[in-house]
C-alpha cells in the first residue's frame, strides 16, 4: 500500500494562492494598499525577522478580521472551485492520476487556508491537511485555529494523522524549505519535480 504527500503552493500550483485569494475576494485596489500598508511586515519576513506564520496571520487578519464565516466560506469556495484548476501544473496533476491509479492514499499537505483548499480536493478526491482560521460568533478572528501548516508542523501533522508504519511506500513532493521534513519522510521524494 502506498501513500504521496504533495505540497500545494508551488508544487501543484503555479503561483502562491493565498495572494491570488486575497486579491480574488477583495478586489484590486484592496489588494494593492493592504500589501503597502503590510510592507514593513513582509519586509521583516523576507529579512527573516520574524516567521512565516507571523507574517502571514497578520496579513490575513489584516484583509479580514472581523468577517462573518458563511459569507467567507462562500467566497472560498468559489475561489477554490473556479480558480484553482487554472492555476494549476499539468505534470502535478498528471502525477495525481497516476498515484491514484496505482491505488495510492493522495494527501495534499498545505500552509495554505483548508477554507479555499478543501473544495478543490474534494472535487479531485484527494485528502488534505492545511492551516486552518480561527472562527469565534461565525467571525474570523484574524487567528489561526490550527498552528501554519509548514515545516516541522507538516511532517508532525502527517504522523498524527497517519500510521506511516502501514504503508510500504511513501512518495512525498515539495518545492520550498517549509517542505523539508515532509519531504524526509519519504522513500522517494521529489523537489521541485514539475518546475
Not at 516541522?152 to 501533522?157: H, I
Request: glycine letters at 8%; a positive charge; hydrophobic letters at 40%.
Amino acid at each position: 500500500m502506498g501513500i504521496a504527500f504533495f505540497d500545494f503552493d508551488g508544487t501543484i500550483t503555479k503561483h502562491d494562492s493565498m495572494m491570488k485569494f486575497i486579491r480574488f475576494a477583495t478586489g484590486d485596489f484592496r489588494t494593492f494598499s493592504g500589501l503597502l500598508l503590510l510592507s514593513p511586515i513582509l519586509l521583516l519576513y523576507k529579512l527573516k525577522l520574524i516567521p512565516n506564520y507571523k507574517a502571514k496571520q497578520q496579513m490575513l487578519a489584516w484583509f479580514f478580521k472581523g468577517m462573518d464565516e458563511n459569507k467567507f466560506k462562500k467566497i472560498a469556495e468559489e475561489f477554490s472551485l473556479n480558480h484553482i484548476d487554472g492555476m494549476v501544473r499539468a505534470g502535478a496533476i498528471e502525477k495525481i492520476r497516476w498515484h491514484k491509479g496505482q491505488g495510492h492514499r493522495v494527501v495534499v499537505v498545505s500552509a495554505s487556508m483548508e477554507c479555499w483548499v478543501k473544495p478543490w480536493c474534494n472535487k479531485q478526491g484527494l485528502e488534505l491537511i492545511a492551516t486552518r482560521l480561527e472562527i469565534k460568533q461565525h467571525k474570523l478572528t484574524g487567528r489561526f485555529a490550527t498552528p501554519n501548516c509548514y515545516g516541522p508542523e507538516k511532517a508532525e501533522r502527517i504522523k498524527e494523522k497517519y500510521d506511516l508504519t502501514n504503508y510500504e511506500i511513501i512518495y512525498a513532493y515539495g518545492d520550498s524549505r517549509g517542505d523539508k521534513e515532509m519531504l524526509a519522510l519519504a522513500h522517494h521524494r521529489f523537489y521541485k519535480k514539475f518546475r
